[in-house]
């Protein structure tokens, strides 16, 4: 019970925090007062009030976190905030369930951006905002920015960096203090954002579609302010200023480190990660169009490159915009993005899915496995980046890779028997645990999650947070072991 109590004691604290980012959808709306002032203050209230009074009346149970504590916490977060983010939009849209609101705010935190909204033109502006900025929190973890400031709560952040940063590379510290290391990775992804946000402005946005898309593109969430997503704006210049920033949120954060700690680009030239994940986007991209071109879907190649470098970019990244219906498109090419987002972005991205590292490592060990039987006697190391790989890591990988996959084929099973069809449940299954946002079928990107009931939207929801947490840390918290030890 006392390890509960101090878990609940921390998780007042980041509550509190949390709601300090009410603040800005709260300045947008009275600035423009678009009648949604009264639901942030509510929630704001909520969280502030409620959020003292639990980190007060546990404070005496403050301690130093375990491994075991910082894996709960986070799933304690991770399943708690979306409960505290829906609530603007459950008290200001009209008719939208708890179920729908949830999935909503969830979607936001864990950056997929699968979303139950239509109209989003008319909503008001604070509130895609206050979606954008969920994406934000969310996109490099918001147990990150906790660590960063977990010094102020009285706990060490070590437990709770290892239970969220993905990848299997857990342990790697840049710095000798991890609250340094998650305070570079905010400066690094705040000045990135900053970055795009003037982007956006340069080339024909205005300062909040600006702003709403900057955070949707550094978090490799997807929300948009508009229906058509990025087609609404029909621009080749934003399309390309979207792609490198989807490019440099998909690049490992350990490397934008390195790079700007060594004011030098050779981090990015060394990175085996890097070199496979910008690759096989350009040559998909290309090939893509080229697809295209022939099955006459374009009539211009430069057309069927535009349109098959952006959403192929926006899927295989797991951002999740789109330009177009490409669920239109001949099936295979839809079906090799939705397989790129599980798979293509680096380790320590903002981005989903299983990351390039883990199957460069799957590949390698294949690799390894044929020579040792050709040679049974032979001594063959598994080095990635010129750096030996140990056994006990490609171990981890291989566990982690089948509790993926089962997952997966759980996921799909129980959405097909709840009467959805094989494509639309394979493609919603695929999106919500990659966090890539839209799928194929009834939830395409011309479509939304809003055609499904309430326990499929569930199952999605279990899905983008088994898939954020890359499945482990949610699995963990309830196998035996955890709570007898």
């Known amino acids: 019970m006392v390890r509960i109590l101090s878990l609940v004691h921390i998780m007042g604290g980041i509550v509190m925090l949390f709601g300090l980012a009410l603040l800005a959808p709260i300045a947008v709306s009275w600035g423009l007062a678009d009648g949604a002032l009264s639901a942030y203050e509510e929630t704001l209230v909520g969280c502030l009030g409620g959020g003292l009074v639990v980190w007060g009346a546990t404070r005496v149970f403050r301690r130093e976190l375990s491994s075991h504590d910082g894996f709960l916490l986070v799933v304690m977060i991770w399943v708690g905030l979306p409960a505290i983010g829906m609530l603007p939009l459950y008290l200001q849209i009209p008719g939208l369930s708890i179920t729908d609101a949830y999935f909503e705010a969830a979607s936001g935190l864990t950056a997929t951006g699968a979303t139950v909204l239509s109209g989003l033109d008319q909503l008001p502006p604070s509130l895609n905002l206050w979606r954008a900025i969920l994406h ?73 579609d600006a702003v709403i898309h900057a955070f949707s593109t550094m978090s490799l ?57 910008v ?98 006697s032979a001594r063959v190391p598994l080095k990635v980046g010129g750096q030996v790989v140990p056994n006990q890591i490609v171990f981890a990988v291989l566990a982690f890779m089948s509790f993926y996959g089962l997952s997966i084929v759980v996921l799909v ?28 079928g009834q939830v395409g990107p011309s479509g939304t999650f809003a055609v499904l009931n309430d326990y499929q939207t569930w199952l999605c929801t279990l899905g983008m947070l088994l898939g954020r947490l890359e499945v482990f840390t949610l699995i963990v918290v309830f196998s035996p072991q955890f709570w007898r030890e």
């Not at 990775?185 to 946000?197: E, K, R, S």
């Not at 990025?230 to 490992?252: C, H, Q, T």
């Not at 915009?321 to 798979?343: E, H, I, K, R």
């Open 136 to 208: 934000w929190i969310g996109g490099l973890g918001i147990i990150v920015l906790s660590v960063a400031i977990l010094p102020m709560l009285g706990v060490g952040g070590r437990q709770l960096y290892r239970a969220e940063i993905p990848g299997p590379f857990k342990d790697t510290r840049l710095t000798p203090r991890i609250t340094e290391t998650a305070k570079g990775f905010w400066v690094i992804y705040i000045a990135f954002t900053v970055a795009c946000i003037l982007a956006y402005r340069v080339f024909g946005m205005d300062w909040m």
């Open 221 to 277: 969430g997807g929300f948009s302010s508009h229906d058509a997503s990025f087609a609404y704006f029909n621009s080749p210049a934003l399309e390309a200023v979207a792609m490198v920033f989807m490019v440099i949120a998909g690049l490992s954060f350990v490397t934008h480190f390195s790079a700007w700690k060594g004011r030098s680009i050779a981090p990015y030239l060394r990175a085996p990660e890097a070199r496979l994940f």
């Open 279 to 376: 690759s096989l986007l350009v040559l998909s991209g290309f090939g893509l169009a080229f697809f295209l071109w022939m099955n006459d879907v374009y009539a211009t190649f430069p057309t069927a490159l535009r349109f098959a470098f952006f959403n192929t970019f926006s899927v295989a990244t797991t951002q999740g915009f789109s330009n177009t219906d490409y669920s239109t498109w001949p099936v295979f090419a839809p079906l090799w993005m939705l397989l790129l987002g599980a798979f293509c972005t680096c380790s320590g991205s903002a981005g989903g899915g299983i990351k390039m590292i883990r199957v460069l490592l799957m590949a390698k060990q294949m690799y390894r496995e044929v020579t040792l039987l050709l040679h049974p």
């Open 413 to 440: 099973l129980l959405l097909a028997l709840s009467g959805l069809d094989l494509l639309t449940a394979l493609s919603a299954a695929l999106a919500c645990i990659n966090n890539t946002g839209p799928g194929l």
